[in-house]
């Protein structure tokens, strides 16, 4: 039995890219609306991934030089850890941004409808985004503990993982708010100057 243990978690996180899977498909099936919705979604998801593609570019520096770092000071194993953490954390991200873009207008489109579909539509957009992170944190870390388990201090091999995926989150974290923070004051200036609406 004990041998089976150690790949439960590649397992669920397995299960958990499956069931995000199949939750991506659900949205995607949903409609998408009118044509002035499709359109506007279509300009949120140009945004968004023009800045995701810029901000990944620059963490590509910020991940070589870690890594080399990591390389000289702890071990080559904990650097390539690390890489390989930084990339599915950034494999997530790309993908709950995708999926999460892609839910705004069919999400608009049922609440024409009721609350329900639409409610729905927006957790299933949403948990994408979570399972990717769940499935993929437990594939990769699982896989790291089944190639490095055997060797001199494996649990230090294994930090790098989580200090790989942790960094990438943290700057698409402050990365992302600012964006947002953004787009949300550029939709207020415009909606008061266009629109006459009233700011927050």
Known sequence: MENFLPFLGP??????????????????????GNDKMRE????IQEGAMAFLSR????????VIGMAFLIGFGVGPYTALTFIFGATLSATAGFLGLK?????N?????????????????????GS?????VVGLGLLGLGITFLIFKDFAKPYEIINGFALGASSIALFARV??????????????????VEAGIPED
């Not at 999926?99 to 839910?103: D, E, G, R």
């Not at 992302?176 to 200036?189: E, F, P, S, W």
């Open 175 to 192: 990365g992302g708010g600012i964006y947002t923070k953004a787009a949300d004051v550029g939709a207020d200036l415009v909606g008061k």
């Open 128 to 132: 994408v985004m979570g399972m990717s």
């Open 105 to 125: 207008s069919r999400t608009t489109q049922a609440a024409t409808k009721g609350l329900s579909g639409a409610l729905s539509i927006a957790f299933k957009g």
């Open 55 to 62: 901000e990944y570019r620059t963490l590509v520096f910020f």
């Open 11 to 32: 397992g669920a996180g397995l299960l958990a890219l499956f069931y995000a899977l199949y939750l991506a498909k659900k949205v995607l099936e949903a409609d998408q």
């Open 99 to 103: 999926i999460a873009t892609q839910a």
């Open 40 to 43: 506007i979604s279509a300009h």
